[in-house]
């Protein structure tokens, strides 16, 4: 995926699934529903219906598991958010901390989150 913005994902996730959802679903209604912050920052966060979203179009997606603790698990969210250029979804397997994974949605990233080892080597080696 390119460095696209949250305005231009919601815009083709739109038109790609008109036929599968409602049509009288309007846009902006989206935009908030699909991104875990609605407001205009370059946090690419999906909530569980944008999760849906991108499931219902079928793309490809890699899992990596989140090293984070309840304590640890607010600073790791702003961080991810703002180095992670990329649409991604936080998930749970169980209700402990310690199963948390994060679905990344772009190949050249997964690519390189296994070449450094982890996401967390990863993500302190990405620069503001």
């Known amino acids: 995926m390119n460095n696209l913005d949250k305005h231009h994902y919601t815009q083709i996730l739109y ?3 008109k036929d599968k959802t409602e049509p009288a679903l309007e846009l902006n209604k ?3 529903a699909y991104w875990f912050t609605g407001r205009s920052t370059k946090n690419l966060r999906l909530t569980e219906e944008g999760k849906k979203a991108f499931d219902m179009l079928d793309l490809e997606f890699f899992e990596f598991h989140l090293n984070t603790t309840t ?7 702003v961080n991810i958010g703002k180095k992670l ?3 991604f979804y936080i998930g749970f397997r169980n209700r402990y901390y310690k ?3 994060i679905r990344i949605y772009d190949s050249k ?3 390189l989150i296994t070449l ?5 080597e990863y993500l302190n080696s990405i620069k503001k």
Request: net charge positive; proline share 7%.
């Open 15 to 17: 038109n790609n699934l």
């Open 30 to 32: 989206l935009y908030k």
């Open 71 to 77: 304590e640890k698990f607010p600073y790791h969210m």
């Open 85 to 87: 250029k990329t649409p």
């Open 99 to 101: 199963s948390a994974y």
């Open 109 to 111: 990233i997964a690519m």
């Open 116 to 120: 450094y080892g982890n996401f967390d």
